[in-house]
């Protein structure tokens, strides 16, 4: 398989980010398409098809993946081939679905994101990210990722993932994971997009976060400030896209920063059900490329960019 697999030559103008998404019999489609379509649409110039943000990679244990729908993926390198080259990878898209057996087997993609995750702990130079579509965190969750972060799921498995994630804490005497039903959730996020807390958007604060706890479980309260900025609350004085991007692999003291993170600075993203995996993928054309990028994805797709959860860590 690897004979389709070709590298873009280093220091190309706008290098794409590498996205590796990673196939599984039973997982459903649109884990799969919707990050896709929306990594496929993202151009630093709308004008100029040649500057497309992202390329996309399939990773599998077979050529051919059938998915529970009965569609058809063809990978481009298998899993064994994938592990050599995790150095290389940007984002990992675990999409969910079929997962009972995996678990059960401890399989692939499990391995993958083991190591994808021990990649970055010992190199966190460069900046990486983790998103799992649907039942995918299911996966992140029993390989230990998601200890001490906040994670979402499917709201039909938000209890299976609370048992899941409880029984791992126990097993590695880990921190606890705080599972919360939202569009998609952000751990470690860019420490760079703004110089303060205050002005922040995409950072809630300890303090933030005991309120929104004290809210949730109070009915028909206010929102949550973190709510309040989803739903485009106070406005941030904080850099993100592409610029941002290069200068936090390549600044000194970001790599330092990141490397004193949870996780080496691994960006954990876990999404909802199914469509919501194309809002996580938006909020990652946002982040690494522009909000115009992934506002004029949005448009292109028809589709209504819903905006999740972004923390620090829960680590409270």
Same mark, same amino acid.
Request: with cysteine; net charge negative.
């Given at each position: 398989?690897?004979? /389709?697999?070709?590298?873009?030559?280093?220091?190309?103008?706008?290098?794409?980010? &590498?996205? *590796?998404?990673?196939?599984?019999?039973?997982?459903?489609?649109?884990?799969?398409?919707?990050? *896709?379509?929306?990594?496929?649409? @993202?151009?630093?110039?709308?004008?100029?098809?040649?500057?497309?943000?992202?390329?996309?990679?399939?990773?599998?244990?077979?050529?051919?993946?059938?998915?529970?729908? #009965?569609?058809?993926?063809?990978?481009?390198?298998?899993?064994?081939? @994938?592990?050599?080259?995790?150095?290389? /990878?940007?984002?990992?898209?675990?999409?969910?679905?079929?997962?009972?057996?995996?678990?059960?087997? &401890?399989?692939?993609? *499990?391995?993958?994101?083991?190591?994808?995750?021990?990649?970055? &702990?010992?190199?966190?130079?460069?900046?990486?990210?983790?998103?799992?579509?649907?039942? #995918?965190?299911?996966?992140?969750?029993?390989?230990?990722?998601?200890?001490?972060?906040? @994670?979402?799921?499917?709201?039909?498995?938000?209890?299976?993932?609370?048992?899941?994630?409880?029984?791992?804490?126990?097993?590695?005497?880990?921190?606890?994971?705080?599972?919360?039903?939202?569009?998609?959730?952000?751990?470690?996020?860019?420490?760079?997009?703004?110089?303060?807390?205050?002005?922040?958007?995409?950072?809630?604060?300890? +303090?933030?976060? +005991?309120?929104? +706890?004290?809210? +949730?479980?109070?009915?028909?309260?206010?929102?949550?400030?973190?709510?309040?900025?989803?739903?485009?609350?106070?406005?941030?004085?904080?850099?993100?896209?592409?610029?941002?991007?290069?200068? @936090?692999?390549?600044?000194?003291?970001?790599?330092?920063?990141?490397?004193? *993170?949870?996780?080496?600075?691994?960006?954990? /993203?876990?999404?909802?059900?199914?469509?919501? #995996? /194309?809002?996580?993928?938006?909020?990652?054309?946002?982040?690494?490329?522009?909000?115009?990028?992934?506002?004029?994805?949005?448009?292109?797709?028809?589709?209504?960019?819903? &905006? #999740?959860?972004?923390?620090?860590?829960?680590?409270?």
């Amino acid at each position: 398989m690897s004979a /389709i697999y070709e590298e873009p030559g280093e220091g190309e103008p706008n290098e794409p980010v &590498k996205v *590796l998404i990673t196939l599984h019999e039973g997982m459903d489609a649109m884990d799969v398409v919707g990050p *896709l379509e929306v990594f496929s649409w @993202a151009q630093h110039d709308k004008q100029n098809p040649a500057t497309k943000a992202f390329r996309i990679l399939f990773a599998a244990e077979d050529e051919l993946t059938t998915t529970a729908q #009965g569609a058809t993926f063809q990978a481009h390198m298998t899993f064994a081939e @994938a592990m050599k080259r995790l150095q290389d /990878i940007d984002v990992l898209v675990i999409p969910g679905g079929g997962t009972e057996a995996i678990l059960k087997a &401890k399989g692939q993609p *499990l391995p993958l994101i083991k190591q994808f995750a021990e990649v970055q &702990k010992k190199n966190p130079a460069r900046e990486r990210t983790l998103m799992s579509v649907c039942t #995918g965190s299911m996966f992140l969750a029993e390989g230990g990722i998601l200890a001490g972060l906040s @994670a979402t799921t499917h709201p039909d498995y938000i209890t299976k993932l609370e048992i899941l994630c409880s029984n791992v804490a126990m097993r590695d005497m880990a921190d606890r994971c705080d599972v919360t039903e939202q569009r998609y959730v952000v751990n470690n996020l860019r420490f760079d997009l703004g110089e303060d807390e205050e002005s922040n958007p995409y950072i809630m604060s300890r +303090k933030e976060y +005991k309120e929104h +706890k004290r809210r +949730k479980s109070s009915a028909g309260g206010p929102p949550s400030p973190i709510e309040e900025r989803s739903n485009g609350g106070r406005p941030s004085g904080g850099r993100k896209g592409s610029m941002s991007w290069k200068a @936090a692999n390549t600044r000194r003291e970001s790599v330092l920063k990141r490397s004193n *993170l949870r996780l080496g600075g691994l960006r954990v /993203i876990t999404t909802g059900g199914v469509t919501a #995996g /194309i809002d996580g993928a938006l909020y990652m054309v946002g982040a690494l490329v522009s909000d115009d990028a992934a506002d004029e994805v949005a448009r292109v797709m028809c589709h209504k960019w819903v &905006k #999740g959860m972004v923390v620090d860590g829960t680590d409270v």
